[in-house]
């Protein structure tokens, strides 16, 4: 059993269109950061989330943390293909300083 | 200027033989990691160490050795590889023990194909 489940799985949409992806957790999380993989390549950091409620924004990447600290959302807008990649969320939770990953959710943006 | 670099990218190798897996960070930090993701991108952690000393040690089989001579290198050894050993592995690294709020900084991943 996953700590942190990522849904959906897969996401292919067009250029311009807008789009979400969902991380959920039973365990309450210290914070909760979402990465980015590219093919070939490994996860980079996108954002780092600490504070339950939180919304940040990264140019037309917006991040928000639950209210209860065990989940989080990444709203992308206006999608373009240079976001096509494999988005991870990672937290550890209160009591344990390991970093669990999502199984992540692979976005295809077509030209 | 890698931060974290690692060798050898691609390996190719027989079941049954011995490999090892190299890893450099030049970022300073204390902690490094090793990761493995599987043929579903499932990315899921290994072993870590924090100033050379073990603190994480999954259940992985004991074929798997990590070796830290250092705190800017931390090596994966695997003895008798076996076909479900496929997979890229992935180094990390961050300033301290990592969890929550800690960034972690990755390598470029060694693919590694056992025939």
């Known amino acids: 059993t996953q700590l942190l489940e990522q849904s959906p799985q897969f996401l292919s949409i067009q250029e311009g269109e807008n789009l979400t992806v969902y991380c959920n957790s039973s365990?309450?999380?210290?914070?909760l950061q979402w990465y980015r993989q590219e093919p070939g390549e490994g996860p980079v950091l996108l954002v780092t989330?600490?504070?339950?409620?939180e919304v940040k924004k990264l140019k037309r990447l917006t991040f928000q943390f639950g209210d209860a600290r065990k989940d989080s959302s990444l709203h992308i807008t206006a999608a373009q293909p240079g976001d096509t990649g494999l988005y991870l969320c990672?937290?550890?939770?209160?009591?344990?300083?390991?970093?669990?990953f999502g199984a992540g959710t692979t976005v295809t943006v077509r030209a | 200027d890698t931060a974290v670099s690692q060798t050898p990218k691609y390996l190719v190798t027989q079941m049954g033989n011995d490999k090892s897996i190299k890893c450099e960070q030049n970022?300073?930090?204390?902690?490094m990691y090793w990761y493995k993701q599987d043929s579903k991108k499932f990315l899921k952690i290994m072993f870590s160490?924090?100033?050379?000393?073990?603190?994480i040690n999954e259940t992985v089989p004991n074929r798997f050795s990590p070796k830290s001579p250092d705190k800017a290198h931390l090596n994966l050894h695997i003895n008798s590889l076996e076909l479900g050993d496929s997979a890229v592995y992935f180094c990390?690294?961050?300033?301290?023990?990592?969890?929550?709020?800690?960034?972690?900084?990755f390598g470029p991943g060694t693919r590694l194909l056992v025939l």
């Open positions: 990390a690294s961050s300033t301290s023990t990592g969890g929550g709020g800690e960034t972690q900084y």
């Open positions: 365990s309450v999380f210290s914070s």
């Open positions: 989330v600490v504070t339950g409620g």
């Open positions: 990672a937290g550890g939770p209160w009591d344990d300083y390991k970093l669990s």
């Open positions: 970022l300073g930090h204390d902690t």
């Open positions: 160490y924090n100033n050379k000393e073990l603190i």
